[in-house]
Every structure is written in C-alpha cells, then in structure tokens.
C-alpha cells in the first residue's frame, strides 16, 4: 500500500546573516496508515523544521524548501495553493506543540476554542460544534467537561491545557498528529498520563503519529520507528527495538549511553556518564562534504572529514549514514 | 561520616492574598512545611518531587534565598547559620553557594565570564587581588574551560559552557555545601552528560557536599546518595539511593519511578505503569489527611482523616504513609501483582 506521507530528498534553506544554509538536507522518510514514528536528536538538529515544513509553516521569507517533495495521499504539499494548504491543516494533518501555556489563547474558553476548529473545518453549527467539543474533552478525560468547557486556560492545570491542546488536534480525526515535545514541559506522572492517552487514541482512531523528541525513553514507549536527526541530516532510520539493540550510528549510540537511565536492580557500581563532547555545529557549517558528527565522533577516521557518508542499509530496515555503520 | 547539614523543621510560607478573606486577613500558602532532613560530608542528597512540590524552596530556603516567611533550623557542622544579621550572612553565604537552573538568566550579560567567577570572593571575601586571580584561574581549569575564554561575555558561550562558569562561580568561596538546582534541566541531553560528570568530579576532588534538585530520576539515580521524595511541601519518603530506588514504599514514589519512560524492554515489561490519575491538591485547600490520598490508589478511611508521620519503624527508611508498617513492604505491592 501506499504510505500516508511520503517524504522524498528534502532539502529546506533558511536565510541567515551569513548567508544560505540548508537546515534539512536530503531528507526522505514514509510514514504508514496508523503508524507511529519519532523524530530523535539534540536542539537544532532539523527536527521541528520537518514538522514545520509538512505543515506549510516555514518562516515565512526566512524558510523555504528547496528541492525535493512532501506527498500527502499523492498530493505534493510544497506546490499546492495557501487555501488547499490551509484545508489539510488542522483537518487532515495537526500539531501540538511543545508548550501548553503559550499555545492557548489566554482570552477565550477552551471550549470556544475547540468549536472554533469544529466550524471552521467542518461545518458544523454554534450548538453542535459545542456539544462535539464537551464529547472532546470528555475523550482527553478531563473530569467533569460539561462544567470545564467554559473555563479559561489559566484556570487549567499544564496537563490539562495540553489535553485541551490534543483535543483541538485531533477534534477533525486528522489523519496524521505531529506532537513537537509534547511533554517535556510537563511532570513525568502527567507525562505518562498524556503517552497513555496518546496511545489510546491511536488505538481508536487509528491516526498515525509524528513524535518529536530528545528522550529515548519516551521514543521507546510510544513509536515504532525512529529517525535520528543530526546537523539536518538523518543519521540512522529503524525500528525503535533494533536500534537501542544495537545502534549503528556512533551519535545515535552516544544519545542512549549519554543519559542515566534507570535501571531494575540498582547496584552499588556507578560509572561515568559516556559523554559525547563538544555540541551541534552552527547553521553556517551545515551542507558540507563531510560526515557532521565527525568533530564529536569517537571513531573518526580521515575519510569522516572528507567526504559525507552513504547510507549502509542493515538486514533491509535499520539504515545508518556512517561510513563505519557496519563496525558500530 | 559526620552529618555535615542538618535540617530540622523548616517551614517556608508565602502571603497571598485571597478571595473571601476580609480585610486585614492574611492567608498563608504553605511551600514547605515542616521538614527535616540530614546530609553526610561528601555526599549528596537529592530532592525529586513534581513541580509545585516545595523542592526548590526547600532548598533555596537552606541558602537564605526565598522571599517568605521561613522558620526551623538549619545546621552546619553543628552550627546555626540561620544568620541574624549582615555579618552572618555573608559567613554563612560563603559556606553555602547555588547552582541555578537556567544559565541564560543567571549570568549577568554585562559582566565578563571572569568578573562573575570572581564576583562572589568580592563581595564575601577580603582576599587580595592576586590570590583571587589565581583562585579564579585554577577554577576556569577545574570546570573544562580555556583561559583565553575569561574575557569572553555570557552571550558568546554555549548553554552547557555558561552551566560551567555558575559552577565556577558557585565553587569560588570554596563552600561546604552546594545547593544545585535542577542544574542540568535545561541542557541538551548530550551537554547533560557534560556536566553531570564534572560535577561528580569536583565532588571527589574537593569533598562538596550537594543538595540536588531534580524532577529528572534517571539523573537523581546516577548522582544521589540519598533521596528525599517531596509531595505539596512534605517528604514523604526519605532514604539511601539503593532501598529508595530498589524497594521504594511510598505509594507517591512507586508511581513516580513506574512513570519513568524506559528504553529497556524487560524493565517496561516488569513495571506496569502505575498511572495516577488527577493532579495534586490545591495548595491553599489541602485535604486534612494524607496529602496524596485524592490521587492514591490505595488510599483507606484513615489516610482521609490523619496525616501521617515520616516514621522510619525503627530504621533508616522513613517514610510518611500510614500503610507502610515495619517490614518495609510496599502497600503497592498488592495493586502490581493485581495488575500483572
């Protein structure tokens, strides 16, 4: 069958005082009917851009794709006209973002705010769009909707407001969700009650989910396959359970060890954190004909620095840009 | 090992105005509300809890540093240095120094890197200029940095570079304790690892003593010696890192930790998930029990009209929950193998 969206050598510009630099650079992945993938890297790794650029939401005059094509069901989003654009978001693909305070407008009711979307995409009357949206935040569980549809969002707690968040998302079943760290701002018992949430709705709506992160662990709970991201390029693509077996990127392997993770039967032993040193190069050094990684690279060799690596494809699912993927 | 600080029923409490108060009524929101605890020399007690659960002001209350109304003790080395006026401020302000959490606004922007290291031996210290110097140049060593960087301005250092200089800055008066506030939350998780290990580090190689703030787990298992959970301004449990995170007894704390995403398959397996549901209490209109009983799954009559003690039943593994008794078995126990 045909994957929901498809994502074919993107390559996205962005417009800095230094001049052009190429945010994403070669980028192609496919996403499933129901399917549930997550992008993985460090801040400024190209990440949230993808999620921008397949909502049509560049920077405008700063962002702009360049080459290569976003096909949704067939349809190619880099060329289609603002309206149609304007019909696919919030109706077919939707976004939440990482910050539930800031993404509500503090001057209207989470209830006007889910029927706004409700009559503006799908028709409905005054009554009606209200009654769905009781149902919605009913969905998101939150106790007692009849009453809360007509609270503010300061009146909300954060989990709260990011449930709101998701029911404006999903209030048109979209087809696809990108939720851009949808919890890092939150405590880790709200967290998993919204991966929890997550979860179920795609089980009943069978929505496919685009998940941005840096946790490993929370990649670990909610997808199936992940993209680790560096410096605009894919480093390595997989299925989550193949990849944190064994990584074939030395970024990717850097991202799991880096991060103390806890473990079942604690003992007394403590070693050092692996560290992966240095951080993410500039927008200025992005595009170059070399592997990115290779300055933080503990494997490096002079073939790293000269030229940008192919793509080793293991046991035809797991795919690292490293020229020494098969040593890792 | 000497208990080095030694915390005994400290209160922190706000005034807020409040709606249906009369006038001339003052209420009080209560952040921390009589708490006690002890740290060893050398070692580090970490403080988890969500957010709103008084962790912070817990500790920043220890360093003179919030704004409320605080009452109880805080000794060092035996010492009060609850300070009574100027003078044992800044005695007790060298001894006790703070890492903050967001190293974009705890650097003054108009100051040289060097300047801010050496800003705290200024003003707490009557050294002469060549030592402070010194003093400043082998902490520059010590926390990763190059010497060409002193003269460098806040802006022009990464997010992970700026968490050394208030690491720098914070070891200068050479301190006994250090108060790290969430010290790595907002780094990249590659810098995390960064800094976490330097400062482990420095922990060995001049003998600090940290309080650690954190809602992070994974971070506070790595780092901790001891663990003090906070929920809406009370401990709740209070252990050493391997009973706490082996055999955690609260129903609060086994929650928490079994809400920790994990990238290890069995252990997710293992663990069901124990979700609670809801958000915690208002803090101004808290239940008269147990805190934690609207959101426990296995809360009884009692725990509705009593708040229990942070008792230890004779051992090192205190714990405020009126269903853990003295063999140290978790009341959650019973819910996990339900659930299994």
């Known amino acids: 069958m045909e994957p929901l969206l498809k994502v074919e050598n993107l390559r996205i510009e962005l417009k800095t005082r230094a001049g052009v630099a190429p945010v994403i650079d070669d980028l192609s992945f496919e996403l499933g009917h129901g399917e549930s993938i997550s992008f993985v890297g460090e801040s400024g790794c190209g990440k949230s851009m993808t999620a921008l650029a397949i909502m049509g939401l560049l920077p405008e005059g700063i962002g702009r794709v360049a080459s290569g094509r976003i096909l949704f069901d067939g349809e190619d989003l880099t060329v289609v006209s603002d309206r149609r654009l304007r019909d696919i978001r919030g109706n077919e693909i939707s976004m939440i973002f990482q910050e539930p305070m800031t993404s509500l407008n503090p001057v209207y009711t989470v209830g006007e705010q889910i029927a706004e979307v409700l009559r503006a995409h799908q028709n409905l009357g005054q009554k009606a769009a209200w009654a769905m949206a009781t149902e919605l935040l009913d969905a998101v569980r939150i106790p007692n909707p009849g009453r809360r549809i007509n609270d503010y969002p300061f009146q909300m707690s954060g989990g709260q407001r990011q449930r709101v968040m998701i029911a404006i998302a999903l209030a048109c079943k979209p087809k696809i969700l990108i939720a851009d760290e949808p919890t890092t701002a939150l405590d880790v018992t709200v967290q998993a009650q919204i991966f929890d949430l997550l979860r179920d709705l795609r089980r009943q709506t069978g929505t496919s989910i685009i998940m941005i992160t840096h946790d490993m662990g929370a990649v670990a709970e909610m997808a199936e396959r992940m993209i680790v991201m560096y410096a605009g390029r894919k480093a390595e693509e997989g299925p989550v359970a193949d990849i944190i077996a064994h990584a074939r990127h030395p970024y990717t392997r850097g991202l799991i060890s880096c991060v103390p993770h806890i473990v079942a039967n604690l003992t007394d032993a403590r070693e050092e954190l692996t560290e992966i040193p240095g951080i993410v190069p500039g927008l200025g050094e992005f595009g170059q004909d070399r592997c990115l990684f290779s300055a933080r690279c503990p494997q490096v060799t002079d073939k790293c620095r000269k030229a940008r690596p192919e793509t080793a494809i293991f046991g035809g699912r797991q795919a690292s840009a490293c020229w020494h993927a098969e040593e890792v | ?340």
């Open chain 2, 1 to 340: 090992m000497s208990q080095l600080l030694d915390v005994r029923n400290l209160s922190v409490r706000f005034p807020v105005g409040r709606k249906g108060a009369g006038w001339g009524q003052v209420s009080y929101l209560t952040a921390v509300d009589d708490i006690s605890f002890t740290v060893r020399k050398g070692e580090t007690l970490a403080i988890v809890g969500e957010s709103g659960s008084g962790k912070t002001t817990a500790a920043l209350a220890i360093a003179q540093l919030v704004g409320g109304e605080t009452s109880g003790r805080v000794m060092l080395d035996g010492q009060d240095i609850m300070p009574a006026n100027r003078d044992q401020l800044r005695a007790m302000r060298r001894r006790v120094q703070v890492i903050f959490q967001d190293p974009y606004s705890s650097l003054n922007p108009r100051k040289r890197a060097e300047e801010i290291v050496r800003e705290p031996l200024d003003n707490l210290t009557d050294k002469p200029a060549a030592e402070k110097q010194e003093i400043v140049d082998r902490l520059f060593e010590a926390v990763g940095l190059r010497p060409e960087q002193k003269r460098l301005f806040p802006h022009q250092f990464s997010g992970g570079q700026r968490q050394r200089i208030g690491i720098a800055r914070a070891l200068s008066t050479q301190p006994d304790v250090i108060i790290c506030d969430e010290p790595v939350s907002a780094l990249d998780v590659a810098v995390q690892a960064q800094i976490l290990n330097l400062l482990r580090r420095l922990q060995s190689e001049f003998g600090l003593t940290y309080v650690f703030i954190s809602h992070d787990l994974g971070v506070v298992q790595h780092m901790c010696d001891s663990v003090a959970v906070m929920y809406m301004g009370k401990i709740v449990e209070h252990t050493d890192r391997l009973s706490l995170f082996n055999n955690p007894l609260h129903p609060y704390t086994t929650a928490l930790l079994s809400a920790v995403p994990s990238v290890d398959p069995t252990l997710r397996d293992q663990s069901r998930r124990i979700l609670i549901p809801g958000d915690p209490p208002d803090p101004l209109n808290l239940p008269a029990g147990c805190r934690f009983v609207s959101r426990c799954p296995v809360a009884q009559t009692r725990c509705r009209e009593l708040a229990p003690e942070l008792t230890g039943n004779g051992t090192d593994h205190r714990t405020a929950c009126h269903l853990v008794d003295a063999n140290l078995v978790s009341p959650m126990q019973s819910v996990r193998e339900a659930g299994l």
